[in-house]
């Protein structure tokens, strides 16, 4: 098979693993960077979230992993705590196939007592935030001197956030003989000046990106602000989609679009800076496991949101510059899929119609907000209710335990379960809404474990 993981100098427990995980082929930027990684090679790589580029990275650090040493041996830095808690699950998924590789996330918005905690036992893999990774090496909680492996991922999202001191002092802490891995979406000057500097001799890649806009079908309609929330109500119950993404350019905006649209009976979940860093976790699981229909975000709140199959991404508003449009688009349509991404715009926003269609190298058309039908097959509820289990890692929970638990003694039906996320405390178990009820009061009679856990349905 063209691309095959099989063609890599991988050992046969991972290439077990990996087919058993759906690794049927690579995609491009894998084809291109993990005969390079592997090799030990420097990389400067093109690529944007949902294009395979976790495993494009995480493969050629744990093969160097040495699991009977428990100092950090790889430290990937992500700008933000969401796409940190994702690489960190997806390289867990991608370890399964080694016994005891232990992989720790450090971010900001949480305690760092608890994580300080855990590095006192040692850890293989560090993910994190520059800002909360500098913090533990100020207090002398993590050391990263024998760090074999470093990644920068989104490294133009990070230098765009104001971390660039902060890699400059971490990347000092690590030895010059490490292998440096660093994926960007963009090829600013800052980033190829910070290559230039911390890396050796790199391979630079580039691939065709996978989310191009040809799989996007783009619609206009024009619209008066103060018509803008009924507006968005008709084009969900016009197309309908099963999930959404709504962009919206303020925190405000945010909390508008999603009071209304719970008022309208749309199930709506909002994603934006204020929220504590709990509630963001749970407002993403609960769209991620489908107990949710439409999420209402920021730009800075959505980074780092990687969704499979997402149907539909609303523009409640254009963004600012072309460059947002098209990467909020790029969400939808990917990996050969189809998608649909929809924008509302007032007269007064015209200039950013044009600007969008320079940016994009192609003539828009819209039509008037009015014209649009609906079509009384209205947005259906999620077909999921996510429950929040109060156990998690820390507790030994995994998501095999809860499974178990639902479909042994509460006797559901194992097709009516769907994703289960397991964090450091907690867990959540999306349940076909017909049975949700029955599988909380299951829970909350019975085991999972032998251990009695709280459990509550989230809203």
Do not use: W
Request: glycine share 8%; aromatic share 6%; net charge neutral.
């Amino acid at each position: 098979m063209e691309n095959a993981f099989s063609a890599l100098p991988l050992p046969e427990e991972q290439l077990a693993n990996l087919d058993s995980l759906g690794y049927k082929q690579m995609t491009p930027i894998q084809a291109r960077t993990l005969p390079l990684a592997l090799a030990g090679k420097d990389l400067v790589a093109q690529a944007k979230t949902g294009s395979g580029k976790t495993a494009a990275f995480g493969l050629p650090l744990l093969n160097k992993i040495n699991p009977r040493d428990f100092g950090a041996q790889a430290l990937v830095l992500c700008p933000t705590r969401e796409l940190a808690t994702q690489v960190a699950g997806e390289i867990r998924r991608l370890a399964r196939y080694r016994q005891n590789i232990k992989v720790v996330v450090l971010c900001g918005g949480q305690s760092i007592g608890p994580q300080i905690g855990s590095l006192e036992h040692g850890a293989h893999i560090v993910v994190g935030t520059p800002g909360r990774i500098q913090d533990h090496l100020r207090k002398k909680t993590l050391s990263i001197a024998r760090v074999n492996t470093l990644v920068l991922d989104e490294a133009d999202r990070m230098l765009e956030m104001g971390f660039v001191d902060d890699i400059e002092q971490i990347i000092g802490h690590t030895p010059d003989s490490r292998q440096t891995l660093l994926f960007s979406a963009t090829y600013p000057d800052d980033i190829l000046a910070l290559s230039a500097r911390f890396q050796n001799d790199p391979d630079r890649v580039t691939v065709e990106s996978l989310h191009s806009a040809e799989h996007i079908d783009q619609q206009f309609y024009i619209c008066s602000k103060p018509d803008r929330l009924n507006g968005l109500v008709t084009l969900l119950h016009h197309y309908h989609p099963e999930t959404a993404v709504v962009f919206c350019n303020t925190k405000q905006l945010v909390r508008d679009v999603c009071q209304h649209l719970t008022d309208e009976g749309i199930s709506a979940l909002g994603l934006h800076g204020d929220l504590e860093q709990r509630d963001r976790d749970q407002v993403l699981t609960q769209f991620q496991q489908r107990s949710c229909s439409v999420l209402v975000a920021t730009d800075v709140a959505a980074r780092g949101l990687d969704i499979d199959d997402l149907p539909a991404v609303i523009n409640f508003e254009l963004p600012r510059n072309a460059d947002v449009y098209v990467h909020r688009i790029g969400r939808t349509g990917r990996a050969g899929k189809s998608g649909l991404a929809l924008s509302l715009f007032a007269d007064s926003e015209r200039y950013k119609l044009n600007s969008i269609a320079d940016y994009i190298e192609k003539e828009i058309s819209f039509e008037a907000i009015e014209t649009v039908r609906e079509t009384g097959d209205y947005m259906s509820p999620p077909p999921y209710i996510t429950l929040c289990i109060a156990g998690g890692r820390k507790q030994k929970v995994r998501p095999g335990d809860i499974l178990g638990a639902l479909t042994g003694d509460a006797g559901i039906d194992g097709k009516a379960v769907g994703k289960i996320n397991v964090t450091d405390y907690s867990a959540y178990v999306a349940i076909e809404r017909n049975v949700a009820d029955q599988a909380l009061g299951r829970l909350l009679n019975g085991k999972i474990k032998g251990r009695k856990f709280k459990v509550r349905k989230l809203k």
